[in-house]
């Protein structure tokens, strides 16, 4: 039996691991679906390769989802997350900026303005995840985090016509996107990426620490569900190499991703009632689990452009007009054919995951419900609109005519797609508020020895990509949990 059980060794989950491992009398056990590699020398090529995401449809690092998009009909999508350790840090765009301060603003109003999660109160979280290789001598930024954080010098030419484009369209230059209330603008996009190398907090965090005594780390063991003693978590049920094995732990923290802490919650009677009974589960605790999640819609614009490809990260700059995000995708993912993504930041249609089945491995339903909000489409086709005039200016010729604004919306739901960010499964809040699945110390409501952290915890939607944010939450949470 161990101090702390963390469930899944992705991006939270290997800081969660470092951190609450760093006192040598607290043990610490890590289960992880994937695989772990002991050495960096050992993780294949493809995983450090930060010019190329590694997502080939075989890949043994993915999990795949198949998904609804938006209803009447229905637009279907398979999306990934990372099973491996490091998680989706290990296998994702290398776009590490944080959440905007309004962000934070709208996550402490949430809480009542208990400040926990107010931009203040995260500051210093960011600055210990990173070590800025540019602008280090801030005083918003770290020197010696675990996360190297790096901003191209030498654009490729893609992304260079964009910046000159957006600047020639009267948009400001943002030198660094995570300067506090760094503004509206096109900048280029810090990633955490050394001379090439993608680095995750497997890389960051874990496996540095590998040898410490008291933290073990059970690779390729999926855990299918949580064990209570009455309301209070004593253990984890998993199986690993095959075979069906239970880990007992003084308490548990479920760290793996939006999608899968909430799929094993529910699994473990923590949910809807009425939807567990319907599916023989016993009922340890109701809550609204993935009743309201949110995720980036983003509108993908095909084109092309008579400029030479480099290889490069794939996003090295980007234009943000306060929930918008453009972003010139600098690797082409079909020959010939260049992508810009409209990105929808804090949308407002929300999305609903639940269990088909209580059978591990059972594929939940995710029903995204993009676009259903009036104000959404509004957003998107404005976010088109000025998009098709960077595009002009740059001299790209989009592969289907984008059509006039007032026949704007069939085209967005053909061109509908997601950015893969999923959130706010088990979200955050008060003790009067009905949504909230965990406390401010995301702790689980209404149990003992439960936390979740991870990205399914967040309860608003994020004005930026959320990788960072999560590297920062789980800094935090770990802070939280380690007194
Ligand atoms: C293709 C792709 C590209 C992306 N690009 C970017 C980007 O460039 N910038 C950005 O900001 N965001 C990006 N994101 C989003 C970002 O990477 C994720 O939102 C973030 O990393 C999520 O962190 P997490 O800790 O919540 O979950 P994850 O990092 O996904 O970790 C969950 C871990 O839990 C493990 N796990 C799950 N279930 C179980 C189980 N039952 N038992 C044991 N282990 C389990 C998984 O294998 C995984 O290791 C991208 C996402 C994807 C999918």
């Not at 907090?201 to 933290?215: H, K, W």
């Not at 253990?235 to 690993?240: F, K, L, N, Q």
């Not at 339903?365 to 104000?375: A, G, H, K, N, S």
């Given at each position: 039996m161990v101090d702390t059980l963390i469930v899944g060794g992705g991006t939270a989950g290997c800081v969660l691991a470092e951190r609450l491992s760093e006192d040598p009398a607290h043990t610490v056990r890590l289960l992880e679906a994937g695989q772990l590699w002991n050495d960096s020398a050992a993780i294949p090529a493809e995983l450090l390769d930060a010019t190329a995401m590694p997502l080939s449809p075989g890949a043994e690092w993915l999990w795949h989802y198949e998904v609804v998009l938006a209803d009447d009909p229905p637009v279907p999508a398979t999306i990934v997350r990372g099973k491996v350790i490091g998680g989706s840090s290990a296998i994702n765009g290398g776009y590490f900026v944080r959440a905007a301060t309004a962000d934070f603003d709208a996550w402490d109003r949430v809480l009542g303005g208990s400040a926990t999660w107010s931009f203040d109160a995260v500051l210093p979280m960011f600055r210990r995840t990173e070590r800025d290789l540019d602008f280090a001598d801030r005083p918003w930024h770290g020197d010696r985090g675990p996360v190297p954080v790096h901003r191209t010098k030498q654009p490729a030419p893609i992304s260079a016509a964009f910046t000159v484009a957006c600047l020639d369209?009267?948009?400001?230059?943002?030198?660094?996107?995570?300067?506090?209330?760094?503004?509206?603008?096109?900048?280029?996009?810090?990633?955490?990426?050394?001379?090439?190398?993608?680095?995750?907090?497997?890389?960051?965090?874990?496996?540095?620490?590998?040898?410490?005594?008291?933290?073990?780390?059970?690779?390729?063991?999926?855990?299918?569900?949580?064990?209570?003693?009455?309301?209070?978590?004593?253990?984890?049920?998993?199986?690993?190499?095959?075979?069906?094995?239970?880990?007992?732990?003084?308490?548990?923290i479920l760290t793996a991703?939006?999608?899968?802490?909430?799929?094993?919650?529910?699994?473990?009677?923590?949910?809807?009632?009425?939807?567990?009974?319907?599916?023989?589960?016993?009922?340890?605790?109701?809550?609204?689990?993935?009743?309201?999640?949110?995720?980036?819609?983003?509108?993908?614009?095909?084109?092309?452009?008579?400029?030479?490809?480099?290889?490069?990260?794939?996003?090295?700059?980007?234009?943000?007009?306060?929930?918008?995000?453009?972003?010139?995708?600098?690797?082409?993912?079909?020959?010939?054919?260049?992508?810009?993504?409209?990105?929808?930041?804090?949308?407002?249609?929300?999305?609903?995951?639940?269990?088909?089945?209580?059978?591990?491995?059972?594929?939940?339903?995710?029903?995204?419900?993009?676009?259903?909000?009036?104000?959404?489409?509004?957003?998107?086709?404005?976010?088109?609109?000025?998009?098709?005039?960077?595009?002009?200016?740059?001299?790209?010729?989009?592969?289907?005519?984008?059509?006039?604004?007032?026949?704007?919306?069939?085209?967005?739901?053909?061109?509908?797609?997601?950015?893969?960010?999923?959130?706010?499964?088990?979200?955050?809040?008060?003790a009067d508020d009905a949504a909230a699945v965990v406390d401010e110390t995301c702790r689980v409501r209404g149990v003992t020895g439960l936390s979740i952290v991870d990205l399914s915890v967040v309860p608003v939607p994020l004005g930026r990509g959320p990788q960072a944010t999560v590297v920062m939450l789980a800094e935090k949470a770990a802070a939280h949990l380690a007194s």
């Open positions: 369209a009267g948009f400001a230059a943002v030198p660094d996107l995570n300067a506090p209330d760094c503004g509206d603008g096109v900048g280029v996009v810090p990633c955490n990426c050394e001379q090439g190398r993608r680095t995750g907090t497997a890389l960051g965090y874990l496996l540095p620490v590998l040898s410490r005594p008291n933290l073990s780390v059970a690779p390729r063991a999926y855990a299918t569900r949580v064990r209570f003693d009455g309301s209070r978590a004593i253990g984890v049920d998993c199986v690993r190499d095959g075979r069906a094995d239970t880990e007992w732990a003084d308490r548990v991703g939006a999608i899968e802490s909430a799929v094993l919650l529910l699994r473990s009677g923590i949910g809807d009632p009425e939807q567990l009974r319907a599916l023989g589960i016993p009922v340890v605790h109701p809550a609204r689990v993935g009743a309201g999640f949110t995720d980036h819609p983003e509108i993908g614009i095909s084109y092309q452009i008579d400029l030479e490809g480099r290889p490069s990260v794939p996003l090295e700059s980007v234009l943000g007009i306060d929930d918008i995000e453009i972003r010139p995708y600098a690797v082409s993912f079909t020959p010939g054919v260049r992508r810009l993504g409209v990105a929808l930041m804090r949308p407002r249609s929300c999305g609903v995951l639940r269990l088909r089945s209580a059978m591990p491995g059972a594929a939940p339903l995710i029903d995204y419900r993009y676009l259903t909000d009036e104000e959404d489409r509004v957003r998107l086709r404005d976010a088109v609109s000025t998009a098709a005039d960077v595009l002009r200016r740059m001299g790209a010729r989009p592969v289907d005519a984008i059509p006039m604004r007032s026949h704007l919306d069939p085209w967005l739901r053909a061109n509908l797609a997601t950015s893969q960010h999923l959130s706010g499964t088990c979200p955050m809040g008060r």
